[in-house]
């Protein structure tokens, strides 16, 4: 299983405060709702709807009606994906109909079971599990498998080994999976999670915001299914989508995720944010879900809307995100269907959108006129965008075990592991 770990402090590169600046910029519209409630229901393809049976008696996500920082910012990472326009079939047992949903429990490295789990159509289901994970684990995902009771129908097999989408060589669906987080640090303390979504973390806090994406695209199939597995030469991602955005194919560390070196086209060279699947993550450090990181998602077989691969947030598409794509956004403000100001594709103009604008603003695509760089008045970068160096931080073996039996079926978990200093 890919393990991350941290073996030095965080380095800033440019002032804190500058930084913190332009994670304000949209507070100004007092229509931000950062804390993951919106004020308009975004018009998603997909849902992921977590359970959160495991974390009775703990209450480290607390309830629907109470909920915690923790709960509010996965839920909120979960809109990362919810854009994707796959048609994911529901899985309805029933009669001859019977299968038993499994998926790993990281503290005891054996398989929850979950007995004839029903699942709506276009939804994943993924238990949240808050655990005291081993040694210095911060946070692990992985796809779901299956047991089937019996001779269930083709239709019914289908929708469950990979929700009708066909070969799961090319194209991934699983009918959801885990996420589990830790807890506790290696002393026993309260892990020094950093939950607010509109500030970046202190250098000595890990972003919880930052760890449950990059795990959710692992239980998405990234770096765990065959899918990716498919476009993977001489440790070398060769996806299309992927190759087209980076210019070639993209350099893997042991076939699980983005080499150290890589960034994210399509933004400017030196500007170029380090991408939420490569293997860094220092303390003090938030990372956003990528064009490239997208990308491979495609490549998997998701239906990534043309949004999410290009410049985000350039609504205008004059290579720049700036104060005219605000204004857009102010503009088409609560309008749906296809609109200039819909950052994420998912047919609504909403306060999602702005934040995407925010992470963003600043930012020049590669292939913006030399000269009408020199000429613009542009902000400074957001964290996303800025050059930072980092602590070297190293990614470990996977551990993967499959067959064609769903019995025997195994998808390697993702972790990842930050040793603390």
Known sequence: MPRRTAAA???????????????????????????????LAPAAAITIQFDYTHDQGIGFFGTAENPTAARTTLEFAAKTFTSFTDTLAAIQPGGGNQWIARYVDPSTNTYKLASNLAV?????????????????????????????????????????TNRNQGNASNDFAPWGGVIA?????????????????????DEG????????????????????????SADISNNMFAGANSQALYG?????????????????????PGTQPKPSLGPTLPRGERRFFTPLDYAALA????????????????????????GADFLLWQRDFGMSGVQPADANGDGLVDDYDVWILQQNFGAIDAEFPLGAVAGASVPEPTGAALALSAATVL??????????SSMNDAIAASCTQVNAT
């Open 205 to 228: 806090e890990y972003d919880f915001y930052t760890v449950v994406t990059h795990e959710l695209a692992h239980m998405l199939g990234f770096g765990t299914s065959a899918a990716f």
């Open 120 to 160: 709506p159509q276009d939804t994943l289901i993924v238990y949240a599990m808050p655990l005291d994970l081993a040694g210095s684990t911060l946070g692990q995902a992985s796809p779901g498998i299956y047991t089937f009771i019996g001779t269930p129908s083709v239709s019914f097999s289908n929708a469950v």
């Open 395 to 404: 990614f470990g073996c996977m551990r993967r075990r499959t067959s064609q």
């Open 9 to 39: 402090s965080f380095v800033k590169a440019g002032g804190a405060a500058r930084r913190r600046a332009n994670w304000r910029l949209a507070t100004a519209c007092c229509v931000m709702a950062l804390c993951g409630i919106f004020s």
């Open 181 to 201: 987080v830790d807890t506790l640090d290696t002393s026993g303390a309260a892990r020094s999670w950093h939950y607010d979504l509109s500030t970046i973390p």
């Open 299 to 322: 490549d998997v077989g998701w239906q990534v809307p043309s949004e999410l691969l290009q410049l985000p947030a350039d609504f205008n598409s004059d290579h720049i995100v700036d």
């Open 248 to 268: 070639g194919p993209v350099p893997l560390l042991a076939g699980q995720h983005w080499a150290s070196g890589v960034t994210s086209p399509p933004y400017m």
